[in-house]
């Protein structure tokens, strides 16, 4: 167990409807990223927060839009769900640094569906 | 090209052989390798971090890194059934910043 923990673990929306996902990261860790796993592929990079500021972004539209707060957890939005949004989401802490080699734990992730 | 490469495999191998995973990656300035295994419906799960150049072992892992060749390997030693699962390749080119991963290459380890 890292310590991470996400909600909800499962969730079915239709398209057109809004989702809010939730994570706690470990404690002592203060930076918080999101990945979208879809189905047989790899996680993709959604974004970090790092003291409640957006620090890095991937390839995903503005309406993919988070918060974190200052107990470091964070939020992930979506608004206006695709059926593409349909995917596994995870959450990952860590400590900011800047040696380059900073670890990464998982929570357990968010299955969403959108019908 | 894809910034980080794996093959999707299935790799079958027979319980107590080695498992052998490569990865390549396409950004030079690429600074901390990461090996996560994923079992099916869970998430990912660190097995290992390598930074510089060589060999890193931890019990029966072992990870390989030639920044020159950009290439990450990791050999599973006395594999197990247990062993069975997607084994993912992430790639940090900046302190922080973000991880970039392979498709992840799945193992099947056969009694």
């Known amino acids: 167990e890292t310590g991470v923990t996400q909600s909800p673990t499962h969730l079915i929306k239709t398209r057109g409807q809004q989702v809010t996902l939730r994570c706690s990261s470990q404690?002592?860790?203060?930076?918080v990223s999101w990945y979208q796993q879809a189905l047989g592929q790899g996680p993709q990079f959604i974004f970090q927060?790092?003291?409640?500021?957006?620090?890095g972004r991937g390839n995903f539209p503005p309406r993919f839009s988070g918060l974190q707060f200052p107990n470091y957890s964070s939020e992930l939005n979506v608004n206006a769900l695709e059926l593409d949004d349909s995917a596994l989401y995870l959450c990952a802490s860590s400590l900011a640094g800047t040696s380059g080699t900073e670890t990464q734990y998982f929570g357990p992730g968010t299955r969403l569906l959108v019908l | 090209q894809k910034e980080v490469e794996q093959n999707s495999g299935p790799l079958s191998v027979p319980e107590g052989a080695i498992a052998s995973l490569n990865c390549t990656y396409s950004?030079?300035?690429?600074?901390?390798f990461f090996w996560y295994r994923q079992y099916s419906g869970k998430s990912p799960e660190l097995i290992m971090s390598i930074y510089s150049n060589g060999d890193k072992e931890d019990g029966r892992f072992t990870a390989q890194l030639n920044k020159a060749s950009q290439y990450v390997s990791l050999l599973i030693r006395d594999s197990q059934p247990s062993d069975s699962a997607t084994y993912l390749c992430a790639v940090n080119k900046a302190a922080g910043n973000k991880l970039t991963f392979g498709g992840g290459t799945r193992v099947l380890v056969k009694p």
């Open positions: 404690s002592g860790h203060n930076t």
């Open positions: 927060y790092y003291r409640e500021e957006e620090n």
């Open positions: 950004d030079r300035v690429s600074q901390s």
